[in-house]
């Protein structure tokens, strides 16, 4: 009997611990998080025509890339060589997308620029031109969603070069153009044709090195003898620097205004040591606009031991980090970076309806600047 007991009470105390166990919470098993890995297809010009751009862009994306991973993005950056061509441009956009990229942001001319909106269009993988001023926004007006610019567009670059003639009160300017960014050059010269009361005292272009390679000098030597207050230059590569140092030479003393690239790096133009040189860039260290811009600088120059570039370069680190930040959030993509707003080393981005960056408002502005007496002053 007191076996029986004993028994009977084992049991009705093991089933009393079951149902205690069944009606207690349950921790659930944690699996471990894993971020997806966003890879980003960046496009830069290796060889060819715009090779000087092209290291600055390799560089400064590989410095995003590093970046964005301390912030927590999982980003994989994969570069091919667009070189200064659209075709090629179109062969190394189509095998990124082969490699799987969710975008692809880069390219330098407008031809190129052009070219990969229409394959972003017919591939379905967006695009956003860090560079390229061409217009872009008549693709998205035609019904391709697909393409983006987190550059200026060409209106955006007159209106600096207007402000910056209205700041220094100049009476005259002459208009410097480059072949090889004659889309550019063109875009950007009519705004300022229409835009400043300064008079126009003539318009000269400068052949490209491969057709004619000290052609910089004859219009160099040219503009020495004009009277003129202001050359805007169209030049943004190792052309320009050639055309200040040789026109300086013939005896010309007219303010350049770059339209930055080579011209805005801080020792390079010490180097040259020519008063007198103004530029736009996107942005300088001189005048933070985030907590990216010092970051980007001294990154840049502690992981390359140069000057940061402040436009290409800058623009194409800006734009892995904005799809990097839009991508994250697991969504459709071109709706994200339709609606949201991204942190670069600009500024802050947001785009309109054509998916043109809003340039010129208090979040997100070009900066002048000029170099004299051996150093950068910041005049806006």
Not at 25 to 32: E, F, G, I, L, S
Not at 50 to 60: D, L, P, Q, Y
Not at 356 to 374: N, P, S, V, Y
């Amino acid at each position: 009997m007191t076996k029986k007991l004993g028994s009977c009470l084992g049991l009705i105390l093991g089933l009393a611990s079951l149902l205690l166990f069944c009606a207690a919470p349950q921790v659930p098993t944690q699996t471990p998080q894993t971020i997806p890995e966003i890879k980003i297809g960046v496009l830069v010009p290796k060889t060819g025509e715009f090779s000087s751009a092209g290291v600055v862009m390799e560089n400064a994306a590989k410095l995003a890339e590093k970046h964005a991973r301390e912030m927590g993005y999982n980003i994989k950056i994969i570069i091919h060589d667009c070189g200064d061509k659209p075709e090629m441009t179109k062969t190394a956009f189509l095998s990124l997308v082969k490699e799987g990229v969710v975008a692809i942001v880069g390219t330098y001319s407008s031809p190129q620029a052009m070219m990969a909106a229409d394959i972003a269009n017919e591939s379905k993988v967006v695009f956003m031109a860090s560079v390229a001023s061409a217009d872009l926004e008549g693709k998205v007006k035609g019904g391709n969603r697909y393409v983006f610019r987190n550059a200026y567009n060409t209106s955006y670059w007159g209106i600096l070069a207007v402000e910056f003639l209205e700041i220094t009160g100049a009476k005259s300017y002459y208009l410097v153009g480059y072949e090889p960014l004659k889309t550019f050059n063109l875009g950007m010269f009519g705004i300022i044709k229409n835009l400043t009361k300064a008079e126009l005292r003539g318009e000269s272009w400068v052949k490209s090195p491969s057709v004619s390679p000290e052609d910089y000098k004859r219009v160099a030597r040219e503009l020495a003898k004009i009277d003129v207050e202001v050359i805007v230059l169209g030049d943004p590569g190792l052309g320009g620097v050639d055309f200040v140092r040789e026109y300086r030479l013939a005896g010309g003393n007219a303010t350049i205004y770059s339209v930055g690239g080579m011209l805005a790096l801080p020792d390079l133009l010490k180097e040259l040591n020519v008063s007198g040189i103004a530029f736009q860039a996107a942005a300088l260290e001189l005048k933070a606009k985030t907590n990216l811009t010092k970051k980007y600088f001294e990154d840049y120059r502690k992981d390359y031991g140069k000057e940061a570039n402040n436009y290409a370069g800058i623009l194409t680190y800006d734009a892995i980090l904005i799809v990097a930040q839009a991508a994250a959030k697991g969504e459709d993509l071109v709706s994200e970076l339709e609606k949201g707003t991204f942190i670069g080393a600009a500024g802050i981005y947001e785009f309109n309806e054509n998916h043109q960056a809003k340039w010129g408002t208090e979040k997100l502005r070009g900066t002048i600047g000029i170099f004299k007496d051996g150093k950068i002053e910041v005049i806006s």
